[in-house]
């Protein structure tokens, strides 16, 4: 079976470009989260969606991020305009809500290095 | 970039030992918690979990201890092979769901032949 799949695996732009980030979770969940990992802080969550609808994004860090759930197969988390500081490993992950399990499916993240 | 980052603790076990991965955690109102492993390189991935009614859960080589009274939480690993070199995460949260995981800082587990 496929897992959760997360594209670029890896992007380096410059200060002030837009970043795009792209993930299609695992057929039938229908949870999505996007994390960010740094040396800094460890995994922080930045937003959930629950059956495509954001439930939480009390952790996206300022107006320059935005994420996306157009539909059950696809998400989109984006940095406009970016700055060094964003440069992590962004992980999307999924998981099926009504399972009563904290398991998260983690995609291989997305290393971003913003210059 | 970052100048300071967290240092992570390590632990270093031979191989065919047990290892014991300890984890504090904060929130007394969580009633769930979940063991992930991440190899370098890939997301974290899920071990074991357990809810807070219970104190103890044995996988597949592994165990869960819980501790409420000192919010203690511990990953015992059987016979540790190379393949569990890995960073391991606690994470905390309520009512058996995904959703608002506070996932720890992690403990790097190195396995010597």
């Keep these: 079976d496929a897992g959760v799949i997360q594209s670029p695996r890896h992007e380096v732009t410059e200060m002030g ?7 299609k979770p695992i057929s039938g969940h229908n949870s999505l989260f996007w994390y960010r990992q740094t040396m800094m802080r460890g995994l922080e969550l930045l937003i959930y969606f629950n059956n495509n609808v954001p439930i939480d994004d009390s952790g996206m860090p300022e107006d320059r991020f935005s994420a996306k759930m157009p539909n059950a197969s696809f ?3 984006k940095i406009q305009p970016s700055e060094p500081r964003d440069s992590a490993v962004y992980f999307c992950a999924s998981s099926h809500s009504d399972r009563g399990t904290g398991e ?9 290095t913003v210059l | ?39 370098s390189g890939k997301g974290p991935q899920f071990i074991i979990d357990i809810r807070s009614n219970m104190d103890k859960r044995q996988g597949q080589r592994v165990t869960v201890l819980l501790n409420k009274t000192v919010k203690h939480l511990s990953l015992q690993i059987a016979a540790t092979q190379p393949g569990d070199s890995a ?3 606690c994470a905390e949260g309520y009512t058996g769901t995904a ?3 506070t996932f720890g800082t992690g403990t790097r587990l190195q396995v010597t032949l």
């Design chain 1, 75 to 77: 998400s989109t988390l």
């Design chain 2, 99 to 101: 959703s608002k995981l």
């Design chain 2, 1 to 39: 970039g970052e100048s300071v980052g967290l240092h992570l603790p390590t632990l270093s076990v031979q191989e065919g030992d047990n290892s014991i991965i300890n984890c504090a955690y904060s929130n007394s109102a969580s009633d769930y918690f979940i063991w992930y492993k991440q190899e």
């Design chain 1, 104 to 112: 998260l499916f983690f995609g291989e993240g997305s290393r971003l």
């Design chain 2, 87 to 89: 960073v391991y995460f």
């Design chain 1, 17 to 23: 470009q837009e970043v795009t980030l792209r993930c």
